[in-house]
Antibody, heavy 122, light 107 residues
Framework: EVQLVESGGGLILPGGSLRLSCAAS????????MTWVRQTPGKGLEWVSL???????FYADSVKGRFTISRDNSKNTLYLQMNSLRAEDTAVYYC????????????????WGQGTLVTVSS | DIQLTQSPSFLSASVGDRVTITCRAS??????LAWYQQKPGKGPKLLIY???TLRSGVPSRFSGSGSGTEFTLTISSLQPEDFAIYYC?????????FGQGTRVEIK
């Protein structure tokens, strides 16, 4: 079964750092592009970061320079290193696999994990 | 950034009803449009990609249509398990963006 399980969330002080993990099963993270999305009651779903299968990376402007996406192929795990955290980074963070076809063309996220909650507060 | 506006934001419907949700993009996104369903405490689940292609395993009562800037998600006969929040997403242009969601509740 193709599955993603996030971990690493928690309560962190403003200015602090946290690393989220996303363990994959049923497929290899090295063979796919992978992404992080966050969700808050106020702003809804917000795309955060993307790592292509060729390892080039993209970030939302709101996290650029503070967050780093990476993966460990030997552990089949995706990561999101979050530094200089702010109150507005408080959210549930989801990882997802990115699928793409070129004939149509189209991209989509499938599957998503169950999410991990990050709370930035003093 | 490309803005996606879903309408309505909330709808109340009965089992068996036909339901249509609209997603309008602030600029053209060709067919780079996906629809997701989310239930409380869970991550979103893919329903439709490429605007109109049903994900394998998703019931055929779900359908999608549209291209360019206007898209629709239709549930032909609402079932009890369909009460959830539905989101559209564009993956044509960075940053990839989502609609604000449509909550479908039981009348």
């Amino acid at each position: 079964e193709v599955q993603l399980v996030e971990s690493g969330g928690g309560l962190i002080l403003p200015g602090g750092s946290l690393r989220l993990s996303c363990a994959a099963s049923g497929f290899s993270v090295s063979a796919y592009s992978m992404t992080w999305v966050r969700q808050t009651p106020g702003k809804g779903l917000e795309w955060v970061s993307l790592i292509y299968s060729a390892d080039n990376t993209f970030y939302a402007d709101s996290v650029k320079g503070r967050f780093t996406i990476s993966r460990d192929n030997s552990k089949n795990t995706l990561y999101l290193q979050m530094n200089s955290l702010r109150a507005e980074d408080t959210a549930v963070y989801y990882c997802a696999r990115v699928l793409e076809v070129f004939v149509v063309p189209a991209r989509w996220f499938d599957p998503w994990g169950q999410g991990t909650l990050v709370t930035v507060s003093s | 950034d490309i803005q996606l506006t879903q309408s309505p934001s909330f709808l109340s419907a009965s089992v068996g009803d036909r339901v249509t949700i609209t997603c309008r993009a602030s600029q053209g996104i060709t067919s780079y449009l996906a629809w997701y369903q989310q239930k409380p405490g869970k991550g979103p689940k893919l329903l439709i990609y490429a605007a109109s292609t049903l994900r394998s395993g998703v019931p055929s009562r779900f359908s999608g249509s549209g291209s360019g800037t206007e898209f629709t998600l239709t549930i032909s006969s609402l079932q009890p398990e369909d009460f959830a929040i539905y989101y559209c997403q564009q993956l044509n242009t960075y940053p990839w963006t989502f609609g604000q969601g449509t909550r479908v509740e039981i009348k």
